[in-house]
């Protein structure tokens, strides 16, 4: 089945303890992003990535790193996890061309 | 710089009746546009695209959009709604490498 997975979907985390999200596509997907969901603003995007090793910052990059060193990984690591980042996150992917992304089941994030 | 506008954060429609969530765009080149529906505890779901061509656009479970280039607007309509359609809708539009979202629509159908 073609999936985007992520990992994990529920994470209780305190303040400053690094953590990352992985998130993996099995469609040969070239586009990968990085969405965050909070009440009201809708889904704003962190990052996204080009390609392998190609990757550029989103509307709200602050506090997020991204790598992709293989085609079908994109993981989201917190460095030093504050609680203005409690939110509900999304890995999307999508194929080159007129296509709209296809969406992970989220990870929701609670830092304390 | 693109962005998406949903001026209802709420939409209540009665079992059976038509349904329409609203949605604009502004986007600097030729749009994108895409629905997604989210249920509760759930991600994303493709619903429909606007990529070019007819402006009316048929997408899944029986709901369809309709593209207007000079209102810029990309409402998402569906005939005779169900109780089932009660969801969190989003509209999004994609220029170049970044997809931007409105703020969402809580569609809720009552029996």
């Known amino acids: 089945e073609a999936q985007v997975t992520q990992n994990p979907r529920y994470l209780i985390t305190v303040t400053g303890k690094k953590l990352t999200v992985t998130c993996s596509q099995n469609m040969n997907h070239e586009y990968m992003s990085w969405y965050r969901q909070d009440p009201g603003l809708g889904l704003r995007q962190i990052y996204y990535s080009m390609n392998v090793e190609v990757t550029d910052k989103g509307d709200v990059p602050e506090g997020y790193k991204v790598s992709r060193k293989e085609k079908r990984n994109f993981p989201l690591i917190l460095e030093s996890p504050s609680p203005n980042q409690t939110s509900l996150y999304f890995c999307a992917s999508r194929a080159q061309g007129p296509y709209g992304y296809t969406f992970g089941s989220g990870t929701r994030l609670t830092v304390v | 710089a693109q962005s998406v506008a949903q001026p209802e954060d709420q939409v209540n429609v009665a079992e059976g009746n038509p349904l329409t969530v609203k949605c604009t765009y502004s986007?600097?080149?030729?749009?994108?546009l895409f629905w997604y529906v989210q249920y509760p505890n759930r991600g994303l779901q493709f619903l429909l695209k606007?990529?070019?061509?007819?402006?009316l656009v048929k997408g899944s479970y029986g709901f369809e959009a309709e593209f207007n280039k000079s209102q810029t607007s990309f409402h998402l309509k569906k005939p005779s709604a169900l109780v089932s359609d009660s969801a969190l809708y989003f509209c999004a539009v994609r220029d170049g490498y970044k997809l931007s979202f409105g703020a969402g629509t809580t569609v809720t159908v009552r029996a």
């Open positions: 986007v600097s080149g030729n749009p994108y």
């Open positions: 606007y990529i070019t061509g007819d402006n």
